[in-house]
């Protein structure tokens, strides 16, 4: 994250992980399967954070807003917003990582869509629907900012689920 990935190199790596290049070399071979074994690594982090937010979120649709901003630790939001999109960059051209993104939308949803709605038949839709707000939800708040990210997305997300209840 602090280097970007065009700017990623083994002896930036090195520095961070407290390990010399030559080790780093010689364990994943080349910048590609660093960068890889690296976000996977940032992947199985999320997937930890997300079953865990589900754990502890109601399952109504309010726990749902507070899964997703659970999802967004505080203070980073800035920072996701700009550097972290180089980093989704890489996951969406390597088939492994978009995979791994994949797998992990598709678990996201079932979890945001159980707390939606009892009809089974419309949960997994309605998760989407509400994961795909979310994250536009943040990225236009990373062009307005006019409020916290928090409060942004909070507003947007209790909006649709009230359209959604008809109020």
Same mark, same amino acid.
């Given at each position: 994250?602090a280097a970007?990935?065009?700017d990623?190199?083994?002896?930036?790596?090195?520095?961070a992980?407290?390990?010399?290049? $030559?080790?780093? !070399?010689?364990?994943?071979?080349?910048r590609?399967?660093l !960068?890889?074994?690296?976000?996977?690594?940032a992947?199985?982090m999320?997937?930890?954070?997300?079953?865990?937010a589900?754990a502890?979120? $109601?399952?109504?649709?309010?726990g749902?807003?507070?899964?997703?901003?659970?999802?967004?630790?505080?203070g980073?939001a800035?920072?996701?917003?700009?550097? @972290?999109?180089?980093?989704?960059?890489?996951d969406?051209?390597n088939? !492994?990582?978009?995979?791994r993104?994949?797998a992990?939308?598709h678990?996201?949803?079932?979890?945001?869509?159980r707390?939606?709605?009892?009809?089974?038949a419309?949960?997994?839709?309605l @998760?989407?629907?509400?994961?795909?707000l979310?994250?536009?939800?943040y990225?236009?708040?990373?062009?307005?900012?006019?409020d916290s990210?928090?409060a942004?997305?909070?507003?947007?997300?209790?909006?649709?689920i009230n359209?959604q209840?008809?109020?």
């Open positions: 994250m970007g990935p065009a990623f190199t083994f002896a930036k790596a090195a520095k992980c407290g390990l010399s290049a $030559a080790t780093l !070399v010689q364990r994943y071979g080349d590609s399967s !960068v890889e074994a690296i976000l996977l690594h992947w199985n999320l997937d930890a954070q997300t079953e865990a589900d502890e979120a $109601a399952e109504t649709p309010e749902a807003i507070d899964l997703l901003l659970q999802l967004m630790p505080d980073d800035e920072r996701n917003a700009t550097e @972290g999109l180089l980093l989704l960059r890489e969406f051209q088939p !492994v990582l978009r995979a993104g994949s992990w939308g678990r996201l949803a079932a979890i945001l869509g707390r939606l709605t009892a009809d089974m419309n949960a997994l839709s @998760g989407w629907e509400m994961a795909s979310w994250q536009g939800a990225i236009w708040w990373a062009f307005n900012r006019g990210a928090e942004a997305i909070r507003r947007t997300l209790t909006n649709w359209r209840a008809g109020e």
